[in-house]
């Protein structure tokens, strides 16, 4: 060994005896561009649908700086953004895309441009699935379908590139057909929902069985259209689509928009942490919830 090698060996071995072990754990955290590249793994981002916008939405001015802590929403709202500066987040991943429409200006008299101009302040990433979480395997709707047992589930809206992916799940129960209202209550509970909370449509009969059902989280009516199918499983649906399924013999399954989605956001967090460094951790918000509220009236007695 040479003079200048052994040197240095001694230098390595008393910076990190000193206390300096930080310095190499820094050296091999993610950065921005590894966490986009393991996003991209999971979910490539040309799955998403043309019209929507995903993808890395806000870089910081250091996109080359550790990332330590992420943060997990379905919307972001002031009250995440604040939370993610609680958390001493790098990162945060909004399902829901905070810049969609073209922003014309960055001021204070809009809440998404205020937001904007937070996480840009405070060296804040934002990315945005959306539907390339949708129409992956093992995405959204993959486990929205999960809410009840079954044989077999399709894209209803296949990927052009690639059959298994795809807008929606058409999916077949396993094992024997449920009663509807009973399916409706694995529903309830795979998801985690309050009962008060979702909307229940049962069939003109109201006495159907399941035996095949249609799922699409979100504002599902468009991929649902016409698909044959005992159950449809959604966020949201107009009083004039739900009419025509029932009328149709379909019972339907109302969770409300983000509600049928951000049950997803602990699954996710355990895909995301598998791909990461240790040195990452991935938050699920605290402070995201549904911004409709069930309100119950009290009668005096």
Excluded at 38 to 49: H, I, M, R, S, Y
Excluded at 110 to 118: F, G, S
Aim: net charge neutral; hydrophobic share 40%.
């Amino acid at each position: 060994m040479s003079i200048k090698t052994a040197s240095l060996a001694f230098f390595v071995r008393s910076f990190v005896k000193s206390g300096n072990q930080q310095y190499f754990k820094t050296r091999a955290m993610a950065t921005l561009q590894d966490v986009v590249g393991k996003l991209n793994e999971f979910a490539p981002e040309n799955l998403a649908e043309k019209w929507d916008n995903v993808g890395l939405l806000v870089e910081p001015r250091n996109s080359g700086s550790p990332i330590t802590n992420i943060l997990l929403t379905i919307d972001l709202t002031e009250a995440v953004v604040k939370e993610a500066q609680e958390k001493n987040a790098q990162m945060i991943i909004s399902y829901h895309p905070p810049i969609f429409a073209p922003l014309k200006r960055l001021t204070q008299a809009a809440w998404k441009e205020r937001i904007v101009i937070d996480c840009i302040r405070n060296d804040i990433a934002i990315y945005s699935p959306h539907t390339s979480w949708d129409n992956v395997s093992n995405g959204v709707n993959d486990w929205l379908a999960a809410s009840l047992p079954h044989a077999s589930s399709r894209p209803i809206l296949e990927n052009p590139i690639n059959a298994a992916y795809g807008a929606g799940r058409l999916c077949e129960v396993k094992g024997d057909p449920i009663p509807e209202r009973d399916a409706a209550q694995l529903i309830t509970k795979h998801t985690q929902m309050d009962c008060a909370m979702v909307s229940f449509a049962p069939s003109v009969a109201g006495n159907r069985t399941i035996r095949t059902y249609a799922v699409c989280a979100g504002s599902g009516a468009s991929v649902l259209k016409g698909v044959k199918a005992d159950m449809y499983i959604t966020g949201e649906m107009s009083h004039h689509e739900v009419l025509e399924a029932t009328s149709n013999g379909t019972c339907v399954v109302l969770l409300g928009h983000s509600n049928s989605e951000r049950g997803y956001l602990a699954v996710f967090k355990d895909i995301l942490s598998k791909r990461l460094t240790d040195g990452v951790m991935v938050h699920v918000s605290e402070k995201d919830r549904d911004p409709m509220k069930l309100v119950l009236n009290e009668t005096s007695s």
